[in-house]
């Protein structure tokens, strides 16, 4: 079991920035691929950025790649998000998932992924 908390949203203007981070629990963070997903009100969960379980490989959606940047500490048990040049299309609820993979990939589907967090409110105003 894996237990994600995240922190770091709150409202911020067009053009700046936040950093998410997401703290789990237990022993065996460095066994999961770690991936950001939001959901804007009425909107479906949709893909940000995942993470290799060593942070060697990373990927991302197109309408954040160059903005946002993904990165892991697994010493920590942290995974962070760090967000710039905002937009209000970017106002959503962000979450934080763990995918407990065997293996060094990236995973972008919902349902690759086993356990996740409650969410931080990230609101963008123009």
């Known amino acids: 079991q894996v237990q994600l908390v995240e922190s770091g949203g709150g409202l911020v203007q067009a053009g700046g920035s936040l950093r998410l981070s997401c703290a789990a629990s237990?022993?065996?963070?460095?066994?999961?691929?770690m991936g950001w997903f939001r959901q804007a009100p009425g909107k479906e969960r949709e893909f940000v950025a995942t993470?290799?379980?060593?942070?060697?490989?990373?990927d991302y959606a197109d309408s954040v790649k160059g903005r946002f940047t993904i990165s892991r500490e697994n010493a920590k048990n942290r995974v962070y998000l760090q967000m710039n040049s905002l937009k209000p299309e970017d106002t959503a609820v962000y979450y934080c998932?763990?995918?407990?993979?065997?293996?060094?990939?990236?995973?972008?589907?919902?349902?690759?992924?086993?356990?996740w967090g409650q969410g931080t409110q990230v609101t963008v105003s123009s």
């Open positions: 998932a763990a995918n407990p993979t065997p293996y060094a990939s990236t995973y972008r589907l919902r349902n690759e992924y086993d356990y």
């Open positions: 237990g022993r065996t963070f460095n066994s999961h691929a």
């Open positions: 993470i290799s379980r060593s942070g060697g490989s990373t």
